[in-house]
């Protein structure tokens, strides 16, 4: 017999070797991947403050004054809210209203990404609100940005609502 037919085998055994040992690694790699990225978000994003925001209506003005939009179960930040219609008082209400943002969301706006959000709400009568928006940090890794909130009321009545955003420090308790 020839060389050649004597490393047939050994080729085969290589390449049954180096399959098997990828489709081991592969599974192990995607784990570990997908584990690095879904961990959960560092506290600092905990707490995202808003500032008080003015918006136009045909013939006044709409002020909204938000509570701090606070995270729980990892996905929802929910805050109250006030909103002051001026001249028509009789409009005014108050609410909570929750965003939906995932970890991977705030990943991205980390790296600086337009990140678009959904969410929801309701007032004091238990009316929803229906919201969409997207926020963008100012710059990779900074704790501000801009946000721009729509705020739908009725069927035909959307607020918008362009303001900033911040990530409040994490402050420790005084005893």
Same mark, same amino acid.
């Given at each position: 017999?020839?060389?050649?037919?004597?490393?047939?085998?050994?080729?085969?055994?290589?390449?049954?070797?180096?399959?098997?040992?990828?489709?081991?690694?592969?599974?192990?790699?995607?784990?570990?991947?997908?584990?690095?990225?879904?961990?959960?978000?560092?506290?600092?994003?905990? @707490?995202?403050?808003?500032?008080?925001?003015?918006?136009?209506?045909?013939?006044?003005?709409?002020?909204?004054?938000? @509570?701090? /939009?606070?995270?729980?179960? &990892?996905?929802?930040?929910?805050?109250?809210? %006030?909103?002051?219609?001026?001249?028509?008082?009789? /409009?005014?209400?108050?609410?909570?209203?929750?965003?939906?943002?995932?970890?991977?969301?705030?990943?991205?706006?980390?790296?600086?990404?337009?990140?678009?959000?959904?969410?929801? &709400?309701?007032?004091?009568?238990? %009316?929803?609100?229906?919201?969409?928006?997207?926020?963008?940090?100012?710059?990779?890794?900074?704790?501000? &940005? %801009?946000?721009?909130?729509?705020?739908?009321?009725?069927?035909?009545?959307?607020?918008?609502?362009?303001? @900033?955003? @911040? /990530?409040?420090? %994490?402050?420790?308790?005084?005893?």
């Amino acid at each position: 017999m020839s060389d050649h037919s004597d490393n047939t085998p050994r080729k085969f055994h290589k390449r049954a070797i180096l399959y098997i040992g990828i489709t081991l690694l592969l599974p192990a790699l995607q784990f570990f991947i997908s584990s690095a990225f879904s961990s959960p978000a560092p506290s600092h994003y905990d @707490t995202v403050l808003i500032p008080k925001v003015k918006t136009s209506i045909y013939v006044g003005s709409v002020t909204f004054t938000m @509570t701090p /939009f606070v995270r729980s179960g &990892g996905q929802v930040y929910t805050a109250e809210y %006030k909103a002051s219609v001026v001249p028509f008082f009789f /409009f005014s209400e108050s609410g909570r209203l929750s965003i939906n943002f995932t970890d991977e969301q705030l990943a991205r706006l980390e790296r600086g990404e337009r990140v678009d959000f959904t969410g929801d &709400g309701k007032n004091k009568k238990n %009316k929803g609100r229906r919201i969409l928006g997207h926020a963008q940090a100012e710059a990779p890794g900074a704790r501000t &940005g %801009k946000i721009k909130v729509r705020v739908f009321v009725t069927k035909n009545t959307d607020l918008v609502l362009d303001t @900033t955003y @911040t /990530f409040a420090e %994490k402050q420790s308790r005084a005893e």
